[in-house]
Each structure stands twice: as structure tokens, then as C-alpha cells.
């Protein structure tokens, strides 16, 4: 038992560790999203600052976009040249995205700098094409209505996950050092 135990180690840490971070950072995410019911900002206060950049971003690039909110509602309206595009709910945040990231990357953690470092620079990177996403998704919905599903449930999400499955795989192979076994020693 000892020896299948040491055999498995470094599995089970990372299950137990990315298990315990997630639910950890999940858990905190959902008292802040109640937390958030009893304040001013509906739906809450990061998603509705991820609409609030969307449209700037649009702004900038030449759109006419504003947000609207309704009382009730638990999302944002985004207009798009005063036509009503997409709604940006919680789920638009990109929040989940980041917990799954920050999991994987302190069960597989390096150096307290490193990982501390490479975590606050994947969750940027996240949050920032995130908000890009947005804007890019209300324009193509502006443009293709009738391509709703492609674009909102196949394209952008493909974008999102791949580009943390790529800050994994960067994390994997340039900064975490896994110990390897030397070949007599292995066994199948």
C-alpha cells in the first residue's frame, strides 16, 4: 500500500491541491456573488465592469455602444448603434475561467514568485481578452444575427479555453520542474 501511495504521490497531491483550491476560490466567488445582491450594482459589480470596458472598447473602435441596466435584471444590456445586441451576465465575467486557471496552475506550482507572478499575469491576460471577446462577439452578432450559435456558443468559447489550455501548457513546460525517475527505477 506504501509503495503504491508513493508510486501515486504526485497525482494525488495535484487532485487534492487543484480540488481544494477550486472549491476554495468557487466557495469565496459565491459569497461575493451574494454579497453583491444587497449592493448597488446588478448584476455585480465585476461583471458589470466587464460590460462597462466592453463598451468602451467598442467606443473606441468606432461603434456607438452604451449599457443599460433594469431593475430586476441580473445582467447588462449592451446596445450596439442603438440596436439591443447581447446581454453580459455573470457567467460573461470570465471569473470561473480565472479560478479554473489559478487551480491548475497552484497544484502544479513553482516558485512562490513564479506562480504568484505567472498568475497575475495569466488572470490579466485572461480578463483582458475576455472583455475583447465581448466586444468582438457584439460586433459579429451586430453583423450576423442568425449566427448566434456559432459565434456566442463554439467560436468564442474555443478562443477563451484554448487560450487557458496554452497558459497551462506554457506553465507545464517553462516554469514547473517535474521530477522524473531515472528509467530503472520506473516500473508500469
Known amino acids: 500500500m ?18 481544494a483550491v477550486y472549491f476554495i476560490m468557487s466557495l469565496s466567488y459565491k459569497w461575493y456573488l451574494d454579497y453583491s445582491k444587497t449592493t448597488t450594482y446588478q448584476p455585480d459589480y465585476i461583471t458589470y465592469h466587464v ?7 467598442l467606443n473606441v473602435v468606432g461603434y456607438n455602444s452604451n449599457i443599460v ?3 430586476g435584471e441580473q445582467w447588462v444590456r449592451l446596445y450596439l448603434n ?13 471569473i470561473n475561467v480565472i479560478v479554473l486557471f489559478m487551480s491548475f496552475i497552484v497544484a502544479f506550482a513553482s516558485t512562490l514568485k513564479k ?3 505567472y498568475i ?16 468582438i462577439i457584439s460586433i459579429a ?6 449566427s448566434e450559435h456559432i459565434i456566442h456558443g463554439v467560436l468564442f468559447p474555443l478562443i477563451i479555453y484554448g487560450m487557458v489550455f496554452l497558459l497551462w501548457v506554457i ?3 517553462y516554469f514547473v520542474k517535474i521530477k522524473k525517475k531515472d528509467a530503472e527505477n520506473s516500473t508500469l
Open 82 to 94: 442603438n440596436t439591443y445586441i447581447i446581454r453580459v451576465i455573470e457567467g460573461c465575467n470570465a
Open 115 to 117: 506562480t504568484v507572478l
Open 120 to 135: 497575475l499575469g495569466g488572470t490579466l491576460l485572461i480578463y483582458v481578452v475576455n472583455v475583447l471577446r465581448i466586444a
Open 171 to 173: 506553465w507545464m513546460n
Open 51 to 57: 460590460a462597462k470596458q466592453a463598451q468602451g472598447v
Open 2 to 19: 506504501s509503495t503504491l501511495f508513493q508510486t501515486y504521490k504526485p497525482v494525488i497531491r495535484f487532485i487534492v491541491t487543484f480540488l
Open 141 to 146: 452578432l451586430y453583423y450576423y444575427p442568425d
Open 69 to 71: 441596466l433594469h431593475e
